[in-house]
C-alpha cells in the first residue's frame, strides 16, 4: 500500500482494503496511531490521524477514534478509495489522439469514457496502457506508483487535453508549474441554469464527502479538505442550461463538478453530483422528454478540458494548445441551441 497515499484524493468511487492486522494475544493497550505507525512502514502519525479521523481505519468492522487503546485480537482495518497498486503495466496497442508531440513531452486529446490510469475493474485499455505501448521507458510519477509520464489527469468520463512527460526533466519541470498553480487550464462545461453572475469565482475547500466519501463536498469554512479556486464565466445561456467556461487556479480531485453543484449549477448529465436530474425548468411530459433525449446524446457529464498552457522545460517558451469540443458535446450545445431559439 502506498502510505503517503493514506489520506489523498482520488478518482475512484469505490473503497478498498489495503491492509487487515490482527493483533496479538500479548499484545498490551495501545493508542491506536501508535499502534499502526509500527506496523506501517514510512506511514506518519498525522497521515494516520487523519485516516482514523475519516473513518478509513476500522477496528472490529466500526469507526474508532483517534485515542482508541488497541486490545488483544482486535482485527483492524484499513480501507482507501484506491485499490492495492497493481504495479506491472500491460502495454496495449490503443490508438491516441496526439496533437503535440517533441523530445520531452506529448499532448493527448483523451476521449470521454477512456480511464487515465489501471485501478480496479479497469486494468486494461486505460491511456497509461496506450502510453506504455507507444512511448518506451516513460517517467514514473511518485517513486514508481503506476503512473508513467503523468502530471495530472481527467476524470474517465471528461474527455479534453492531457500533457505527458516523456523525460525526468519534463515531469519535474511540468510537475513544479502545476504545484505553482501557474499552468492555465481552461474547461467548457454545460451546467444547469444561468448563474447570476456572468463572471465568478467559487472558493471552497474540496474533501471527501462526510455522509457519502464516494463524493467530494465543498467545505467553504475551511474545516476540512484542501483549498481550491474555480474561475468561471458565462459563454452561451440556453433558457435552462448554459455553456461556461472554467478556469482551475487549483486541481482538486472533482473541484469543478463539486464547485458548480455548491452553488447550484450541477454539470448538465452528471450522475454523481445530480446533473442528470431537472434542476431548472418546467415538469411537462414533453420537456422530460426532451432532456432525456439530450442525455441520451451525451450520457456522461458535460466537461471538456478545452485548452492548456505551459512554459517547455526546454525552452522555457509558453506554449498554448486548443481542442475542438467532442461530437456529443457539439451535438448537445445544437439541441438546447434549437429549444431555447
Not at 467545505?219 to 440556453?238: I, N, R
Not at 467556461?245 to 450541477?266: D, F, S, V
Not at 485548452?307 to 475542438?324: V, Y
Request: hydrophobic share 35%.
Amino acid at each position: 500500500m502506498d502510505v503517503d497515499n493514506i489520506d489523498a484524493g482520488t478518482d475512484s468511487d469505490e473503497l478498498y482494503e489495503h491492509y487487515r492486522i490482527v493483533v496479538d494475544k500479548g499484545q498490551a493497550l495501545l493508542r491506536i496511531d501508535k499502534f499502526l505507525m509500527d506496523r506501517l512502514p514510512n506511514a506518519s502519525r498525522n497521515k494516520l490521524q487523519n485516516a482514523i479521523k475519516t473513518e478509513s481505519v476500522q477496528v472490529n468492522n466500526t469507526p474508532v477514534k483517534v485515542s482508541y487503546k488497541v486490545k488483544p485480537l482486535d482485527i483492524i482495518t484499513i480501507t482507501l478509495p484506491d485499490p492495492p497498486r497493481d504495479t506491472d503495466i500491460i502495454p496495449e496497442n490503443i490508438p491516441l489522439n496526439i496533437i503535440y508531440e517533441d523530445t520531452e513531452l506529448l499532448l493527448v486529446n483523451k476521449p470521454a469514457g477512456m480511464v487515465v490510469h489501471p485501478a480496479y475493474s479497469n486494468w486494461t485499455g486505460t491511456l497509461v496502457n496506450a502510453l506504455t505501448y507507444y512511448l518506451q521507458n516513460l517517467p514514473t510519477a511518485r517513486n514508481g506508483e503506476g503512473r508513467p509520464g503523468l502530471v495530472h489527469r481527467i476524470d474517465k468520463d471528461t474527455s479534453g487535453l492531457l500533457v505527458i512527460a516523456k523525460t525526468e526533466l519534463a515531469m519535474a519541470y511540468l510537475a513544479r508549474q502545476f504545484y505553482d498553480h501557474s499552468i492555465e487550464r481552461t474547461y467548457y462545461a454545460l451546467v444547469w441554469g444561468i448563474p447570476k453572475e456572468t463572471n465568478g469565482t467559487i472558493r471552497g475547500h474540496i474533501g471527501r464527502s462526510i455522509k457519502d466519501r464516494k463524493i467530494m463536498a465543498v467545505y467553504p469554512d475551511g474545516e476540512q479538505g484542501k483549498h481550491a479556486v474555480t474561475h468561471y464565466k458565462v459563454l452561451q445561456s440556453f433558457q435552462y442550461v448554459s455553456l461556461i467556461q472554467c478556469n482551475l487556479e487549483t486541481g482538486r480531485t472533482h473541484q469543478i463538478r463539486a464547485h458548480l453543484k455548491y452553488i447550484g449549477h450541477p454539470l448538465f448529465g452528471d450522475t454523481t453530483y445530480g446533473g442528470t436530474q431537472i434542476m431548472y425548468g418546467n415538469r411537462t411530459a414533453s420537456f422530460k422528454a426532451f432532456v432525456q433525449n439530450a442525455l441520451d446524446l451525451m450520457p456522461r457529464q458535460a466537461l471538456h478540458a478545452k485548452s492548456l498552457g505551459f512554459k517547455h522545460p526546454i525552452t522555457h517558451q509558453f506554449m498554448q494548445f486548443d481542442s475542438e469540443l467532442p461530437e456529443d458535446f457539439v451535438q448537445v450545445l445544437n439541441k438546447w441551441g434549437l429549444y431555447s431559439g
